[in-house]
């Protein structure tokens, strides 16, 4: 995996990001792993390298935690560039997005803009928008606020519900 493909990934194994809504609510998600994979095998001649992040949080219809992964990141082989998957999923929302981004995306490309919260001013975020629409889902996101030095920054519900980064618990 390139230096370029490793620097979408700011998370080690241990942290908690915690969240803050609009509401004044909290929630967290626990960082339980940073995996590196190589799906075809070593021994294949054009195997490649994947590197997925591990996320535990708690369900809300079961009350109990599970383990999602919450960024994907796949290296660049001869036959394609660059993925990334953005696949947030926390207790009160969830990223429904199942496809992937180019790192020569647009999206990926775009302009970076600023983000405040009441706890920190962020620098260089990209932000992500859903291509689907989840509206009817009570828990979609519909924004993510990304930011390669810290991750996820924040992110906005379809029903409007805003969330932003508290802290990160190391």
Request: hydrophobic share 30%; glycine share 6%.
């Amino acid at each position: 995996m390139s230096d370029e493909e490793k620097k979408w990934n700011p998370y080690k194994k241990g942290q908690t990001l915690v969240f803050e809504s609009s509401e004044g609510k909290l929630d967290s998600i626990h960082i339980k792993d940073v995996r590196s994979q190589f799906p075809d095998g070593l021994g294949v001649k054009e195997y490649y390298e994947v590197l997925n992040v591990v996320g535990l949080s708690e369900d809300p219809k079961w009350s109990k935690k599970v383990e999602e992964d919450i960024l994907s990141i796949q290296a660049k082989t001869k036959k394609r560039d660059s993925r990334l998957k953005f696949c947030l999923s926390i207790k009160t929302a969830k990223f429904y997005y199942s496809g992937y981004y180019l790192f020569n995306d647009k999206l990926i490309r775009k302009t970076k803009k600023n983000f405040t919260t009441p706890y920190k001013e962020f620098k260089n975020i990209t932000i992500i928008e859903s291509p689907d629409n989840f509206f009817e889902v009570k828990n979609a996101i519909k924004f993510l606020y990304w930011n390669n030095e810290v991750g996820y920054v924040g992110f906005e519900k379809f029903d409007g519900v805003s969330w932003k980064l508290k802290e990160v618990l190391k």
